[in-house]
């Protein structure tokens, strides 16, 4: 079986940190040191320095690609698996391939890279991580379109930061090393401000932090290493499920948050037994209340608290453990130490801190379902104790008194004793208490005294009877205990089983989240699902350290089908746990079908938009195409015709309808090309500063009898590709026209405000009903009109794209009195340079490339 390469990823915090020359700084290294090392894809970005690191580098040639009239070029997968080297350095994970190509995204490539035995070296961003994107779209005002799964770059064996200070990144900029000359002030005074690469770049490092801090646990666990080691501070506050748990989880929080990045983890221990269970309501919303601090939530069984406390603080690298003062009165602390002081005893390095609460010393935690009835083993000592103590103190007693009693009160007094002891500690104690009672009685109260034998038949009978009854009592006392212990396992099993659900559905990862509950729940190194391929397994997700490869190298095993099996590592579980970890398995099968049929459901969404999209397309395009062709073929028909002589004036009009008709054929495939460009995000845009008067100007050419127009001088400029700018108004200005009564003139003007310009088109006409105002941006339909002059419906749809594209929007509104206004702001161009475009997005605009590095 081929061996699985392994995957480094250059990790940067923003565009021109220095990830690519990084990679092909390693890569020359590997060469030099005698490994067979090729180029799949790298992007220079016609960065000298980086284009200079290729020299000496066997780099293969691109996969040539058309889609829709473009060219592109792609990795060729074929082409690097066909070469089969050691090392494959290839740029920008989370790239999108262009349409046709094998996989939608590049991190999929690389996988197939990966399967095949060939180690990678990859490159991205922080902005393009999927758990970050909405964060870093907050930062930066800029949303990404192209992201990759956080679970692929934190299976990577190695992930290196390649990390630049603002300032530094920002003298890159200026120095013309990043982007080209006329792109640099734009960039500078938006996307690569002073506060957004600070911000970017501590998302970088706590996000590495957490993947180290993953690194670390899993070194830990195949070492077997159970010392705390004081790497990043963790607290972790103990759950009874008591009222009291609020004010720990708000002790803790404080706690927690004297230190930055710190970690906090709220646990309750679930017992095997179900003794220690707490209230559900409590605990839901002490659930809420931790995560709502920005902890988490961890569940755990155990029979003795105390230990699985401390074993799930060690397992979580714990620096700090927050316990509530006990509930206990000063005697039973006396007679037993408690949680708090056998886990402050026997913390070791990890700090424990007990808080005071009003539930302290007010007794134990009351439960309305019954605490009690299993029998423990310290139960059964104590109900041994009882017996050997007892039947010595008993018999003295008894012997002082013997004048006054007679033979069947002291085998009263002897069963009463018995009864005790098997309330106490069940059958086993109850029995030698029976048995001792027994001989004590023949002894020292049945004649003949002081000898094993008994005179009289009834004496034999009663102390037989004695026997019979003390036993009966202690087996009904220890079934009934067995059964209340089965009935509270099932209670913590199903307990357990509900916080699981509970905590997977907050998860993004239901998979994972599963896996990471059950390795957690019991205390293992490992929880492994893995799937069999032909003859051999393969991984399909793990949590923890030494994952399993195949099912017989973990201690349990559970089969969940024929091909799906859960492997656990660590300890052998009881045979009593076997329900619950199949239960647990059960769901991880559920969770893996459902992550499979979501990723069709997904490819079946985007087959179905495109055949909705292709339907309308054809339904409205059969209709306007055959217009203007029928009336251009009849006109050059015409005039081809030698069976009427036209004069000069009608062939000028037979001339003037074919040329017309042409021309709504040209309108007609000029939007379509555009639209479909829109859609794959391959639109080329030429961002500038425009005047508003002369985009205004150009616009109503052709209708200046028509339009009235009121745009005031002093306007800003504004940042647009003029030639968009102007095909967006004059759609706008002759939707207006066609609906503005005889004698009310549509209305073109503009202001400022807020940092942008905003510029109204008001007719007076029907309008457009509220709940019909979005429908209108649909691509392909005209809501019910269906005459010739109305176009396929594409004019307000390539409207709103091209003025989403150039950074704006486009807005419908009533108009007062009647009528529809629509509203296009665009950022002004003094504002911050072209604010609101990423300066990334610019250098791939000008290149028509689909999904460069950063996306607007």
Known sequence: MTTRGTLRVYLGAAPGVGKTYKMLEEGRRRRDRGTDVVVGYVETHGRPFTETMLDGLEVLPRRDMTYRGSAFTELDLDAVLARRPDVALIDELAHTNVPGSQHTKRWQDIEDLLDAGIDVLTTVNIQHLASLNDVVEQITGVPQRETVPDAVVRRAEQIELVDMTPEALRRRMAHGNIYKPEKIDAALGNYFRVGNLTALRELALLWLADKVDDQLDRYRADHGIEKTWEARERVVVALTGGPEGDTLIRRAARIAARTKGADLLAVHVVRGDGLSAGDPVHLSQQRLLAESLGGTYHQVVGADVPAALLDFARGVNATQLVLGASRRGRLAQILAPGVGATATA?????????????????????????????????????????????????????????????????????????VAVALVGGLLPALVCAVGGFLLLNWYFTPPLYQFTIAEQENLFALVAFVFVAIAVATVVDRAARRARDAARASAEAQTLATLAGSVLHGDNLLDALLERVRESFGLISATLLERHGTAWRIVSTVGGQPCTSPGEGQTEVTVDDDVSLVLRGHPLPAADRRLIEAFAAHAAIALRQQRLGAQAATAQSLEEVDKLRTALLSAVSHDLRTPLASAKAAVGSLRSHDVEFSAEDT??????????????????????????????????????????????????????????????????????????????????????????????????????????????????????????????????????????????LGLALSRGLTEAMGGTLLPEHTPGGGLTMTLALPSADRAGLDGVDPALLAHLDTGRIGKEVQA
């Open 346 to 418: 026997e913390s070791g390095s990890i700090d424990v801190h007990l808080v005071t609460h009003e539930q302290a010393r007010r007794g134990r935690l009351r439960l309305g379902r019954g605490e009690g009835g299993g029998l423990t083993p310290r139960r059964r000592l104590l109900g041994f104790a009882l017996a050997l103590a007892g039947l010595p103190i008993l018999t003295y007693v008894l012997d002082v008194l013997r004048a006054d009693m007679a033979l069947p009160s002291d085998i009263l007094a002897y069963l009463v004793l018995a």
């Open 652 to 793: 000028d009009e037979l001339l003037a309808t074919a040329e017309e008709s042409l021309d709504k054929l040209t309108r007609l495939v000029e939007n379509l090309l555009d639209m479909s460009r829109l859609q794959a995000g391959a639109l080329a845009l030429a961002l500038q500063p425009v005047d508003v008067a002369d985009a205004v100007a150009a616009a109503t050419m052709d209708l200046a009898d028509t339009v009235r127009v009121a745009v005031p001088d002093e306007l800003p400029e504004i940042a647009a590709d003029p030639a968009l700018l102007e095909r967006v108004l004059v759609n706008l200005l002759a939707n207006a026209v066609r609906y503005s009564p005889s004698g009310q003139p549509p209305l073109i003007s503009a202001s400022e405000h807020a940092g942008q310009v905003e510029i109204r088109v008001v007719d007076h006409g029907p309008g457009i009903p509220v709940e019909d105002r979005e429908r209108v941006f649909q691509p392909f339909q005209r809501l019910g009109d269906r005459d010739n002059a109305t176009g396929v419906g």
